[in-house]
């Protein structure tokens, strides 16, 4: 499966921006989707999770209540509403699919990567 995220860009805090991540293959539905970020200088870290139906998500602590998960099936694309953004979000957010959870090892493909930059 090859993801190609998009939607990244320079935003005010408070902002909001969109992120997709498309598919390659038909077989998206085969997988959960999960999005990652890492910071210049940090860890990657789990940011949400979707199941393969879109049913049930999982968000990191300090992202709940501001970030949304969803998936359209049809168009083989997830994305990730980002609102009330926060200069500590600033990071390269990668896609990632494989198996519903929030840790690196639940992912068998990930994408490259968009970055999302928040000026204060």
């Known amino acids: 499966v090859q993801l190609q995220a998009s939607g990244g860009g320079l935003v005010q805090a408070g902002g909001s921006l969109r992120l997709s991540c498309v598919a390659s293959?038909?077989?998206?539905?085969?997988?959960?989707m999960g999005w990652f970020r890492q910071g210049t200088g940090k860890e990657r870290e789990f940011v949400a999770a979707?199941?393969?139906?879109?049913?049930?998500?999982y968000y990191a602590g300090s992202v709940k209540g501001r970030f949304t998960i969803s998936r359209d099936n049809a168009k083989n694309t997830v994305y990730l509403q980002m609102n009330s953004l926060k200069p500590e979000d600033t990071a390269v957010y990668h896609c990632?699919?494989?198996?519903?959870?929030?840790?690196?090892?639940?992912?068998?493909?990930w994408g490259q990567g968009t970055l999302v930059t928040v000026s204060s």
């Open positions: 979707i199941t393969r139906s879109g049913g049930t998500t």
């Open positions: 293959r038909r077989t998206f539905t085969s997988y959960a």
């Open positions: 990632a699919a494989g198996s519903y959870g929030y840790s690196d090892y639940d992912y068998e493909f």
